[in-house]
Structure formats: structure tokens, C-alpha cells
């Protein structure tokens, strides 16, 4: 017996305790330490456990491609605020709406929302409801915040490892926050998860949303004003490990009143929508087989 167990016993620590403990210690020194150059694949924690998946709108036939909308931040999260005290989390949920409303007057594609009301969803609960509808485009609308109120206009963001500048990280780093609200730091395991992840198909994915992101910038023309760095690539959660083509849009700055006032605005709402909507048919057209479409 050691001098710890000694001293244990005279604490009057049962003996059956400390022989577990001995034999707990024993097992993981016995354990081998893995040999250098293995690579440990981390699954990612899920936050609250499965969670249901949404309703299905639009043709009833399941062969017409899917599009998943996520409304982003929710519940306790906010997102960015305005200097009027509008919320991002609300803007993005009349955005997200204002989308699918346009989408099912188009007939052609079937949508899901990840949120239809105000309430919080992980990050990787967004993804993972693309991912178990086996949706065929997954897109996440924000509002972005700048300190200059001179920051305007829409940026459409697609998934990479590195930002494609600073401002492009700093938005990142701001809308993958949100799961530090609920406790799960993805950021910190997420370099090690990308470099397994990063394969052929997933820079197949990648260039798909490239050029989604592309209509987008085509269709919008006129209809929206743009950042005037409008396509750019961050390392954003909410795009990470879904193998299907994404973006996440931010549709104008928040923080500009001038932008904000367009946001609050139901009329500019369905433009962006009718915008974006197009973008994604023309895309899904071009990519999906649409029986009859
Ligand atoms: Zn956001």
C-alpha cells in the first residue's frame, strides 16, 4: 500500500473504494500511448441531442430537389444588434420566411427552415438538419455589424479553411460565437475535424458553392446592393462537415441605418427573397434533375 492509501484508510475510505481506484490508475497507464503521426478523429459533441426535424414545404413530390433555410442566432442569441435595437435574430427569421414564401410561389423546389420561430439551435444542429433531410443546398442567413456605419450592402460567404482577409475571419469569428453561448467551443476542435474532413468531394461541394454564390451576386443585380467585396470565403461553422453546397449570406449591415431600414422593411424583404430565390432555382435547375420543371 502506498502512503496516499494509508493515509486514505485511516480517513476510513472503504477498502473496496480504494481497490477500484488502484485498478482505474493501473488501466490507464497500461493504456498505449497512440504512435506519433496518428491522427485522432474527434466527433463533435452534440449539444442537446437529436433534435426533431422540420416540416417539408412545397411539391409533394420527394424527387424535386430541397432547399434547407436557417435563420440565424435565436433564442437567448441575438446575434448583432442596430442602433435602433433591432435584433438580427428577428431580421433573419422575416428574411428566411420572406425566402421560402418566394421559393413555393416558384413551385419548382421543396424547403425546410431550420427555425420558424424565435428559438436557439446550435450550430451544428443547422448543418445537421440539412444534412439528415438530405437537403440539396443549404443556405444561413445573417445580418452582419461593423464599428463604421459606413459598412453596407450584402456578402455572400462560402465555406474555407482560411478567410479570404481579415474582415472575412472577424465575421466568422463573430457568427461562430454562438456556440460558445451554449457551451460547446466547436471552434477549438474544428481545424483537426476540417483537416480529416477536407477531401475531394468536400472541394467538390466547396466549388458548387462557389457558383451558387455566384448566381446569387448575377440575381441580384438591381434588386440588392452589395458589399463592395461581396463574395468572400470564411471558415464558418455552420457550413463545416456538410457535404452538401452552402452559403451563408449576409444580407446588409445591420448597424447601417440605412441598411437596417431596408432590413425592417417588408417590401426590400421580398426582394431580397425574390432574388435569392431565383439564384437558388436557376442553380438546383442546373445541378438537380427537376422531373417536369
Ligand atoms: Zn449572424
Redesign the pocket.
Known amino acids: 500500500m502506498t502512503r496516499g492509501v494509508l493515509i486514505a484508510a485511516e480517513l476510513g475510505v472503504p477498502l473496496a473504494v480504494l481497490t477500484a481506484i488502484a485498478i482505474l490508475v493501473a488501466i490507464n497507464f497500461a493504456a498505449p500511448a497512440p504512435p506519433p503521426g496518428t491522427i485522432l478523429r474527434i466527433d463533435l459533441p452534440a449539444s442537446t441531442g437529436e433534435i426533431g426535424l422540420p416540416r417539408i414545404d412545397g411539391p409533394a413530390d420527394a424527387s424535386r430537389p430541397l432547399v434547407v433555410i436557417d435563420a ?2 435565436g433564442g437567448h442569441d441575438p ?2 444588434s442596430g442602433q435602433r435595437g433591432e435584433q ?2 428577428r431580421i ?1 427569421l422575416a428574411l428566411a420566411l420572406a425566402l421560402r414564401d418566394a421559393l413555393l410561389e416558384g413551385g419548382r423546389v421543396r424547403v425546410a427552415l431550420t427555425r420558424d420561430g424565435d428559438r436557439f439551435l446550435a450550430l451544428e444542429e443547422r448543418s445537421g438538419i440539412a444534412r439528415r433531410l438530405k437537403a440539396d443546398l443549404f443556405v ?1 442567413v ?4 461593423a464599428e463604421s456605419p459606413d459598412a453596407t450592402g450584402a456578402t455572400v460567404y462560402t465555406l474555407s479553411d482560411r478567410g479570404s482577409d481579415a474582415l472575412a475571419d472577424a ?1 466568422a469569428t ?2 461562430n460565437r ?1 456556440d460558445r453561448v451554449n457551451g460547446v467551443a466547436l471552434g477549438g476542435k474544428s481545424d483537426t475535424v476540417t483537416a480529416i474532413l477536407v477531401n475531394l468531394s468536400q472541394r467538390e461541394m466547396r466549388e458548387r458553392s462557389r457558383r451558387f454564390a455566384e448566381l446569387v451576386l448575377r440575381e441580384g443585380q438591381g434588386a440588392l446592393r452589395f458589399h463592395k467585396d461581396p463574395e468572400r470565403e470564411a471558415a464558418f461553422v455552420v457550413l463545416k462537415s456538410l457535404d452538401l453546397p452552402s452559403a ?1 449570406i ?1 444580407a446588409g449591415y445591420i448597424s447601417s441605418p440605412e441598411d437596417a431600414r431596408a432590413l425592417g422593411d417588408p417590401a426590400w424583404r421580398k426582394g431580397f427573397a425574390g432574388a435569392v430565390a431565383a439564384a437558388m432555382e436557376i442553380y438546383l435547375a442546373r445541378t438537380t434533375v427537376v422531373p417536369g420543371g
Do not use: I, M, N
Request: aromatic fraction near 0%; glycine fraction near 12%.
Open positions: 440565424g442566432h446575434g448583432a438580427e435574430k433573419t444561413s445573417h445580418a452582419d455589424a465575421v463573430r457568427e454562438a451563408l449576409e
